[in-house]
């Protein structure tokens, strides 16, 4: 696998902890045919379990944030 994917996993679990810590969202992306044909599943998986059922942070899906992205600009077109 690409030397830039070898360590995907951890750079995930990071970035999550940056958000979490300062208050930010964190959205993971990317294409199930990647995950294949890399040999991924087990770090994908291990991601999952990292951020999966904590106490101190919101879940939420893309139509919630798309909606929550969305409101934001309408209320800073509004203060303008």
């Keep these: 696998s690409p030397t830039v994917l070898v360590n995907w996993s951890r ?5 999550f902890d940056h958000a979490l810590q ?3 969202m964190w959205h993971i ?3 199930s045919w990647e ?3 890399y040999h991924m599943w087990d770090q994908l998986e291990d991601v999952f379990r990292y951020v999966a ?3 101190d942070c919101e879940y939420a899906g ?3 944030l798309s909606q929550l ?3 934001q600009v309408v209320r800073r ?3 303008k």
Aim: glycine residues 12%; aromatic residues 8%; proline residues 0%.
């Design 29 to 31: 992306w990317g294409h």
């Design 53 to 55: 059922n904590r106490e």
């Design 11 to 15: 750079l995930a679990m990071a970035s």
């Design 62 to 64: 893309n139509e919630y």
């Design 35 to 37: 995950i294949e044909k």
């Design 69 to 71: 992205v969305s409101n």
């Design 22 to 24: 300062n208050g930010g």
């Design 77 to 79: 077109n509004e203060q």
